[in-house]
C-alpha cells in the first residue's frame, strides 16, 4: 500500500449559466515513500488543482464539487473534516508553493511563520522554538539563521524565501510533501541550489515528494515516475526512463520536440505543438488533444480514450500511439543483435546516441542502466 | 569582417540609476550600477543573446541600446550613426530602423486598441503608406508573415491566447520594416508548446527578411537555439562573449559553467551523469558589487591574488571573449575548484544592526 493513493480524483467548478469547468476530471497516481513522482503540463491542465484539492486547500464553494480518492496512509483526506485535516496538513503532509512572495505573510518576521508551525504541530515555545527554527533555516541553507528570524519576507531574496516555505514545510518532518512549482519564479542557478535541497531531503528522510511543474528539464533529474496531464487527465504516465526515451502519446512527444536543447546545434527548427491550449475537445466527445494531434485518426472522436497499461507501470491514453523503436521489422533485426545498447530511435527529437558531455566537467562516468 | 557588417556597436556602456532619499531635497546616496561598460558588436543579419540572471542588467542594456533609458556614458553606433548624442526628432526617425518585442503580450498591448489599430499607430507615426488601403495592404502582409489570420484586425488583444498576442506584438515591431529587432524574454511568458512557435517564427522572420536579432532571456536553451553569437552578462558586466556552440561546448568562464550546469536537459541519462556547479549564495547587490571581479565572492576557483582587487578586463581567449585572470588556467584544468559558503549579501549603505528591522519601503533596497 502506498504512502497516498490517490484514486479517480476529479474537481468540477459550476458557475450558473456556464459549462461546468472540470479541472481534474478523473486523475489517478500513487506515492511510496521516498519516491518522487511527478505531475507535468502546460497552464490549464489542472496540476495545481489536484494538488490543492489534496490539501483540502481549495475555497469552499457552492459550485465546487470533489470527486474520488485521496487517501493517505489509511485516512481519505477528502472526507476529513477541517479539524483533523488541519492536524494533518503541516504535520505529515506539507506544501511548498510557487511564488514565495506571495505565500509570506508580508507583515511577520520570518521567525513567527516558522516556529507557527512547531507551535502548532510540535508544541513548542519561546527559545525551544526559536533555536529550533534557526536550525531549521540553517538546514536549508540560510546564512547567519538567528538574524534572518527576526526579518520580514521583504529582505530575503527570493531563493531565500522559497529556502524559508520549504523550511517551514519540512519543520514537522512531514512524511509527504508537495511541491508546486517550486522553482518557476528563481534563476537558473538558484533553481539548481533548491532542486539540490529537495534530492537532500528525500535522500535523507524518506519524505514522498509529488513535484508539480511545467519544467521537463527538472522533472527528468528528479522525478521516478511522471504523470503528464493535459486537459484535467493524466494522458501518460512512466517511469522517467522510459518516459524521455520512448515517449507514446503523442502529447508526451510534442511536449520533448518543442523543448529547445542546451545540446543541440544553433538553427535546428524545433517541433511546437500546433494550436493552443485552448483548442480542446471536451473528454466526453473524445480525446482533449485530438485538435492539435498529429497523429489523430477517425476513432479518436467519439468516445475518450482509456488509459492503455502496459508492463512495468506505464500507461497512455491514446488509441493510435507514437511506435515503440523495434516495433517495425528493420528495428527488430537490429534489436536482436548484441549491439542493442544504443538508443532507439525517439520520435520528434531524438536523444543523441553520445550526449556531449555536460560543461565544465570531466570525463562522465558511463551508466550503463537501460530502459 | 569589415566594419560595414557591423550594425550596432556599443561601446563602454553605462547606466546608472541614483539612489535617492529626503523628502524635499533628493540627496542622492549612491548609484546602481544596472549597465556597467559593455562592449558588444552585432553583425548584420545575425542574432545576439544576451543571457544572465534578474538583475545582472541585461533588460537595462536592451533598452538603452534603443535609447529607451538614457546611458549615463558610452556609446552606442547604429548602422554608422551615433545615438547617444543624437536630436530626439532624428533619433525619431532612427526608431523606424529599430523596434522592441516585450516579455508579457498581455501588458504591452493596450486592451482598448483593436488589433489594425495596434499596427497602424506605429505606421502613422512614421509617415508609411500614402493612404488607408496602402496602409492595409502592409498590415495584411504583416499578418501573414506572422501567422496571424486576416479577422484578427477587428479583434482586441484579450480575444486571442498567450502565443498569438505575443505574434501581434512581433507584428506591431514588424509592421515599420526594422532591420534591428530588441526582443526582451521573447517566450519566457508563454507555454512550452507555444515557446517553440514563436521561437520558430522569429528564426524564419530572420531568414526571409534578414532581420537582426538582440534577444535578451534568462533561459540558456532558448538563446543558444536562436543564437549566433551569445554575451552572459553578471551584475551589469559581460564576463564572457562567445559563438553559441562554443559558449556550450567550452564556457571558459566559471560563471558559464556554473549557469551551464544549472540548466536543466530534459533527458535522464544528462541529468544524471553531469556534474553540477552549485553557486553559493545570491547575486550581490549592483549598488555595492564586490571589488575586484564581480563574481569572486561566489567563484568556486577563486585565487587569492587579483580576484578580489583586480577587475578582470574582456580578452580574447580562442573565438571566445572571457573576462576571467585566470581562464587559460581552468580550461586547462590546472586550478581545482574549491567549496565557497555562502555569505550574506547586502549593500553597504543597509547594514543595519541584527536586531534592528528596518521599514518596509526602504529606499535602495534592491537585493
Given at each position: 500500500?502506498?504512502?497516498?493513493?490517490?484514486?479517480?480524483?476529479?474537481?468540477?467548478?459550476?458557475?450558473?449559466?456556464?459549462?461546468?469547468?472540470?479541472?481534474?476530471?478523473?486523475?489517478?497516481?500513487?506515492?511510496?515513500?521516498?519516491?518522487?513522482?511527478?505531475?507535468?503540463?502546460?497552464?490549464?491542465?489542472?496540476?495545481?488543482?489536484?494538488?490543492?484539492?489534496?490539501?483540502?486547500?481549495?475555497?469552499?464553494?457552492?459550485?465546487?464539487?470533489?470527486?474520488?480518492?485521496?487517501?493517505?496512509?489509511?485516512?481519505?483526506?477528502?472526507?476529513?473534516?477541517?479539524?483533523?485535516?488541519?492536524?494533518?496538513?503541516?504535520?505529515?503532509?506539507?506544501?511548498?508553493?510557487?511564488?514565495?512572495?506571495?505565500?509570506?505573510?508580508?507583515?511577520?518576521?520570518?521567525?513567527?511563520?516558522?516556529?507557527?508551525?512547531?507551535?502548532?504541530?510540535?508544541?513548542?515555545?519561546?527559545?525551544?522554538?526559536?533555536?529550533?527554527?534557526?536550525?531549521?533555516?540553517?538546514?536549508?541553507?540560510?546564512?547567519?539563521?538567528?538574524?534572518?528570524?527576526?526579518?520580514?519576507?521583504?529582505?530575503?531574496?527570493?531563493?531565500?524565501?522559497?529556502?524559508?516555505?520549504?523550511?517551514?514545510?519540512?519543520?514537522?518532518?512531514?512524511?509527504?510533501?508537495?511541491?508546486?512549482?517550486?522553482?518557476?519564479?528563481?534563476?537558473?542557478?538558484?533553481?539548481?541550489?533548491?532542486?539540490?535541497?529537495?534530492?537532500?531531503?528525500?535522500?535523507?528522510?524518506?519524505?514522498?515528494?509529488?513535484?508539480?511543474?511545467?519544467?521537463?528539464?527538472?522533472?527528468?533529474?528528479?522525478?521516478?515516475?511522471?504523470?503528464?496531464?493535459?486537459?484535467?487527465?493524466?494522458?501518460?504516465?512512466?517511469?522517467?526512463?522510459?518516459?524521455?526515451?520512448?515517449?507514446?502519446?503523442?502529447?508526451?512527444?510534442?511536449?520533448?520536440?518543442?523543448?529547445?536543447?542546451?545540446?543541440?546545434?544553433?538553427?535546428?527548427?524545433?517541433?511546437?505543438?500546433?494550436?493552443?491550449?485552448?483548442?480542446?475537445?471536451?473528454?466526453?466527445?473524445?480525446?482533449?488533444?485530438?485538435?492539435?494531434?498529429?497523429?489523430?485518426?477517425?476513432?479518436?472522436?467519439?468516445?475518450?480514450?482509456?488509459?492503455?497499461?502496459?508492463?512495468?507501470?506505464?500507461?497512455?491514453?491514446?488509441?493510435?500511439?507514437?511506435?515503440?523503436?523495434?516495433?517495425?521489422?528493420?528495428?527488430?533485426?537490429?534489436?536482436?543483435?548484441?549491439?542493442?545498447?544504443?538508443?532507439?530511435?525517439?520520435?520528434?527529437?531524438?536523444?543523441?546516441?553520445?550526449?556531449?558531455?555536460?560543461?565544465?566537467?570531466?570525463?562522465?562516468?558511463?551508466?550503463?542502466?537501460?530502459? | 569582417?569589415?566594419?560595414?557588417?557591423?550594425?550596432?556597436?556599443?561601446?563602454?556602456?553605462?547606466?546608472?540609476?541614483?539612489?535617492?532619499?529626503?523628502?524635499?531635497?533628493?540627496?542622492?546616496?549612491?548609484?546602481?550600477?544596472?549597465?556597467?561598460?559593455?562592449?558588444?558588436?552585432?553583425?548584420?543579419?545575425?542574432?545576439?543573446?544576451?543571457?544572465?540572471?534578474?538583475?545582472?542588467?541585461?533588460?537595462?542594456?536592451?533598452?538603452?541600446?534603443?535609447?529607451?533609458?538614457?546611458?549615463?556614458?558610452?556609446?552606442?553606433?547604429?548602422?554608422?550613426?551615433?545615438?547617444?548624442?543624437?536630436?530626439?526628432?532624428?533619433?525619431?526617425?532612427?526608431?523606424?530602423?529599430?523596434?522592441?518585442?516585450?516579455?508579457?503580450?498581455?501588458?504591452?498591448?493596450?486592451?482598448?486598441?483593436?488589433?489594425?489599430?495596434?499596427?497602424?499607430?506605429?505606421?502613422?507615426?512614421?509617415?508609411?503608406?500614402?493612404?488607408?488601403?496602402?496602409?492595409?495592404?502592409?498590415?495584411?502582409?504583416?499578418?501573414?508573415?506572422?501567422?496571424?489570420?486576416?479577422?484578427?484586425?477587428?479583434?482586441?488583444?484579450?480575444?486571442?491566447?498567450?502565443?498569438?498576442?505575443?505574434?501581434?506584438?512581433?507584428?506591431?515591431?514588424?509592421?515599420?520594416?526594422?532591420?534591428?529587432?530588441?526582443?526582451?524574454?521573447?517566450?519566457?511568458?508563454?507555454?512550452?508548446?507555444?515557446?517553440?512557435?514563436?521561437?520558430?517564427?522569429?528564426?524564419?522572420?530572420?531568414?526571409?527578411?534578414?532581420?537582426?536579432?538582440?534577444?535578451?532571456?534568462?533561459?540558456?536553451?532558448?538563446?543558444?537555439?536562436?543564437?549566433?553569437?551569445?554575451?552572459?552578462?553578471?551584475?551589469?558586466?559581460?564576463?564572457?562573449?562567445?559563438?553559441?556552440?562554443?559558449?556550450?561546448?567550452?564556457?571558459?568562464?566559471?560563471?558559464?559553467?556554473?549557469?551551464?550546469?544549472?540548466?536543466?536537459?530534459?533527458?535522464?541519462?544528462?541529468?544524471?551523469?553531469?556534474?553540477?556547479?552549485?553557486?553559493?549564495?545570491?547575486?550581490?547587490?549592483p549598488a555595492n558589487p564586490p571589488s575586484g571581479c564581480r563574481f569572486h565572492t561566489r567563484c568556486p576557483w577563486a585565487q587569492p591574488t587579483r580576484c578580489a582587487d583586480e577587475r578582470p578586463a574582456l580578452r580574447p581567449v580562442g573565438a571566445s571573449r572571457v573576462a576571467c585572470h585566470w581562464a587559460e588556467q581552468i580550461a586547462g584544468g590546472e586550478l581545482r575548484p574549491h567549496a565557497v559558503s555562502a555569505e550574506v549579501v547586502r549593500p553597504e549603505g543597509e547594514g543595519e544592526a541584527p536586531g534592528v528591522v528596518s521599514a518596509p519601503s526602504e529606499p535602495g533596497s534592491y537585493v
Open positions: 500500500m502506498a504512502l497516498l493513493e490517490v484514486d479517480d480524483l476529479s474537481v468540477t467548478f459550476t458557475r450558473r449559466g456556464q459549462r461546468p469547468v472540470r479541472a481534474v476530471d478523473g486523475v489517478s497516481f500513487s506515492v511510496d515513500a521516498g519516491e518522487v513522482v511527478g505531475l507535468v503540463g502546460e497552464s490549464g491542465c489542472g496540476k495545481s488543482v489536484t494538488s490543492l484539492a489534496i490539501m483540502g486547500l481549495l475555497p469552499r464553494q457552492p459550485g465546487l464539487r470533489i470527486g474520488g480518492k485521496a487517501v493517505f496512509d489509511g485516512t481519505d483526506l477528502l472526507q476529513l473534516d477541517d479539524r483533523s485535516r488541519r492536524d494533518i496538513r503541516g504535520r505529515d503532509v506539507a506544501m511548498v508553493f510557487q511564488d514565495p512572495l506571495s505565500s509570506l505573510n508580508p507583515v511577520i518576521p520570518i521567525g513567527l511563520q516558522v516556529t507557527e508551525v512547531l507551535t502548532r504541530h510540535r508544541g513548542m515555545k519561546g527559545a525551544e522554538a526559536g533555536r529550533e527554527a534557526a536550525r531549521l533555516l540553517d538546514r536549508v541553507g540560510i546564512p547567519d539563521p538567528k538574524r534572518r528570524l527576526k526579518e520580514y519576507p521583504h529582505q530575503l531574496s527570493g531563493g531565500m524565501r522559497q529556502r524559508a516555505l520549504i523550511a517551514m514545510a519540512v519543520a514537522c518532518k512531514p512524511r509527504l510533501l508537495i511541491a508546486d512549482e517550486p522553482t518557476t519564479a528563481l534563476d537558473v542557478t538558484i533553481q539548481a541550489q533548491i532542486l539540490e535541497l529537495l534530492k537532500e531531503l528525500v535522500r535523507d528522510s524518506g519524505t514522498a515528494l509529488v513535484m508539480i511543474t511545467h519544467d521537463l528539464g527538472v522533472v527528468a533529474g528528479l522525478c521516478d515516475t511522471i504523470n503528464v496531464l493535459y486537459a484535467g487527465r493524466v494522458v501518460e504516465t512512466a517511469r522517467r526512463r522510459p518516459l524521455f526515451r520512448q515517449p507514446r502519446h503523442p502529447y508526451t512527444v510534442g511536449l520533448l520536440g518543442s523543448v529547445p536543447r542546451l545540446d543541440a546545434g544553433r538553427g535546428e527548427r524545433l517541433n511546437p505543438i500546433p494550436g493552443s491550449v485552448r483548442d480542446v475537445l471536451p473528454w466526453p466527445d473524445g480525446c482533449a488533444f485530438a485538435p492539435r494531434c498529429s497523429r489523430r485518426v477517425d476513432e479518436c472522436v467519439g468516445e475518450p480514450p482509456e488509459m492503455v497499461l502496459t508492463h512495468d507501470g506505464r500507461g497512455y491514453r491514446c488509441v493510435n500511439p507514437a511506435p515503440l523503436p523495434g516495433v517495425t521489422p528493420a528495428a527488430d533485426v537490429r534489436a536482436t543483435a548484441p549491439t542493442a545498447a544504443e538508443p532507439g530511435p525517439v520520435p520528434a527529437q531524438a536523444v543523441p546516441d553520445d550526449p556531449p558531455p555536460a560543461p565544465g566537467l570531466g570525463p562522465a562516468p558511463h551508466e550503463e542502466e537501460q530502459p | 569582417m569589415t566594419d560595414t557588417d557591423i550594425l550596432v556597436e556599443v561601446r563602454d556602456l553605462k547606466v546608472h540609476f541614483p539612489i535617492t532619499r529626503g523628502v524635499i531635497f533628493d540627496r542622492t546616496v549612491g548609484h546602481v550600477k544596472a549597465v556597467d561598460g559593455v562592449d558588444l558588436r552585432i553583425p548584420r543579419g545575425k542574432t545576439y543573446g544576451l543571457v544572465g540572471e534578474s538583475g545582472c542588467g541585461k533588460s537595462t542594456l536592451g533598452r538603452a541600446l534603443l535609447q529607451l533609458t538614457p546611458p549615463t556614458a558610452g556609446q552606442v553606433v547604429f548602422d554608422g550613426v551615433e545615438l547617444t548624442t543624437l536630436p530626439a526628432g532624428r533619433l525619431r526617425t532612427m526608431r523606424r530602423r529599430m523596434q522592441m518585442i516585450f516579455q508579457d503580450p498581455m501588458s504591452s498591448l493596450d486592451p482598448r486598441q483593436n488589433v489594425e489599430s495596434i499596427l497602424t499607430e506605429g505606421l502613422q507615426t512614421h509617415g508609411i503608406g500614402t493612404d488607408r488601403n496602402d496602409r492595409r495592404r502592409i498590415i495584411g502582409e504583416t499578418l501573414d508573415a506572422v501567422g496571424l489570420p486576416r479577422w484578427a484586425l477587428s479583434r482586441y488583444p484579450h480575444e486571442f491566447s498567450g502565443g498569438q498576442r505575443q505574434r501581434i506584438g512581433i507584428a506591431r515591431a514588424l509592421v515599420l520594416g526594422p532591420e534591428l529587432i530588441v526582443a526582451d524574454e521573447p517566450v519566457s511568458a508563454l507555454d512550452v508548446s507555444i515557446q517553440a512557435q514563436v521561437v520558430n517564427l522569429l528564426d524564419e522572420l530572420q531568414d526571409s527578411l534578414g532581420l537582426t536579432y538582440l534577444v535578451i532571456a534568462h533561459d540558456l536553451a532558448v538563446v543558444r537555439h536562436i543564437s549566433d553569437v551569445v554575451g552572459v552578462m553578471y551584475l551589469g558586466a559581460l564576463v564572457e562573449e562567445a559563438p553559441s556552440d562554443r559558449l556550450y561546448r567550452e564556457p571558459l568562464h566559471p560563471y558559464t559553467r556554473a549557469l551551464m550546469s544549472a540548466v536543466p536537459v530534459p533527458d535522464p541519462d544528462v541529468e544524471d551523469r553531469r556534474e553540477r556547479i552549485l553557486l553559493a549564495g545570491d547575486l550581490p547587490s
